[in-house]
């Protein structure tokens, strides 16, 4: 790490300069080698360090793995820049041991436990260091370390369930697009090619299917092309913060799908509210944070409004069932854990909830689509082989 320093020497003269050192002591001592006396550094980081540093990223499930060890460590009353250095030691992949490494230097050279998370924002997010600094600041660090490990776990597994759930799906989906293509575009022409060369008439399903078949062949690609660049324009205009807003507001509106969006980001929400306010973060922080892990842009915009006006002396429930993307239920059970002075548990409770039911809904809906796509695909095989069959008989009718 390099560092600029202002220093003096034994005559009270001013030195500046710059050094390579592993920490804000380890300079100290450097210059105390050289006679010098430390009066104030700055560290310096190259342009492509910072990059470097900014891009880093570890799954979930290493972060869970690395909260928990670190989490038992600091409960066995380990020192936190001891407890980072075993968890670097005992760490597998070279990622995370370089994360952590960097995180105990920080901590090292005199920055809070949150300060050094904050240096990394796209492994760190902001709720993950604001439970920490709540940690500090109580004293119960290890206590939140564990449950920040625990709702990680969590949200990894609710992700594999839902990629393993769609993966079926997914994959038939390709396969019936995939099969249909090629029996339009290879098999169909070639079949087809010899009843009109010996000037057969063709049924109505039969000439529906040449013109298909034609009309993939001659404009399948540059239909795709245009669809590709359109997609690719809608998504750079969702660059845009207020095309995005717009957007993400619409989704909202969609019937089956809006009320799946609504629902996930409510239980992640009211999830990660619960855990805020168990540690001890003041509820208006806990909210802005909490809006913050929304994937829905309109939802964010939503509860950060709904966070203004608990500012302006709103309750919570008032609020939160003021932007209509809570259920009753959960609007509920949020008034009655504020009135009981319980809201915390509630929060957790209602979004444990919630996740049921988003189970139950999401395994309900697949499993019809599954059953519906199978449908589709056997009715678009079996009208292309009775559209290749029905000339072949009438052909056989013929010559009889």
């Known amino acids: ?75 066995s009353s380990m020192p936190l820049d001891e407890a980072l250095h075993a968890v670097a030691q ?55 370390l564990l449950r920040l490990a625990q709702y990680i776990e969590k949200r990894q597994t609710m992700k594999n369930k839902l990629v393993q759930a769609l993966l079926y799906p997914a994959v038939l989906t390709i396969v019936t697009i995939g099969v249909v293509t090629i029996l339009l575009t290879s098999v169909v022409p070639q079949v087809m090619s010899q009843f009109i060369q010996m000037k057969v ?18 404009f399948g690609l540059p239909v795709a092309v245009v669809l590709g660049g359109a997609l690719a324009a809608w998504r750079w205009s969702l660059r845009k913060p207020h095309n995005l807003l717009r957007a993400h507001r619409r989704m909202l509106r969609i019937p089956f799908l809006g009320r799946l969006v609504r629902e996930i980001n409510a239980a992640r929400y009211a999830k990660t509210l619960g855990i805020l306010t168990a540690s001890a973060v003041p509820l208006l922080e806990s909210m802005r944070i909490a809006a913050r892990v929304l994937a829905n842009s309109y939802a964010r915009h939503q509860l950060t409004e709904a966070c203004d006006q608990v500012y302006e002396g709103k309750s919570l429930y008032q609020a939160l069932s ?41 395994t309900l809906s697949l499993g019809i689509f599954e059953q519906v796509l199978i449908i589709v695909m056997a009715s678009a095989v079996l009208f292309i082989i009775m559209s ?11 010559v009889g």
């Open 1 to 75: 790490m390099r560092f600029s320093y202002l220093a003096s020497d034994a005559q009270g003269q001013e030195i500046r300069g710059f050094l390579e050192a592993d920490s804000e002591p380890h300079l100290r001592a450097l210059l105390r080698e050289k006679k010098l006396t430390l009066l104030s550094a700055r560290k310096r980081e190259t342009a492509g360090g910072l990059l470097r540093r900014r891009r880093m990223r570890i799954s979930d499930t290493d972060l869970s793995l690395m909260t928990r060890q670190l989490a038992t460590m600091v409960a």
């Open 322 to 362: 003021a932007t209509r993307l809570f259920s009753p239920m959960m609007n509920h059970m949020i008034a009655s854990g504020e009135r009981s002075g319980e809201l915390n548990q509630m929060l957790e409770h209602a979004a444990d909830l919630q996740d049921e039911i988003l189970n139950h809904r999401l």
């Open 201 to 218: 008439e063709l049924p109505w399903t039969t000439r529906l299917l040449l013109t298909l078949s034609d009309a993939i062949r001659d």
């Open 90 to 144: 005992q760490s597998e992949k070279p990622a995370v041991a370089d994360i952590v490494q960097q995180l105990r230097e920080k901590v090292v050279s005199g920055l809070s436990f949150e300060q050094a998370l904050l240096s990394f924002p796209n492994t760190f997010e902001r709720f993950y260091c604001a439970m920490v600094a709540a940690g500090e600041a109580s004293g119960y660090l290890s206590m939140v």
């Open 388 to 398: 290749i069959l029905q000339p072949i008989l009438q052909l056989n009718t013929m």
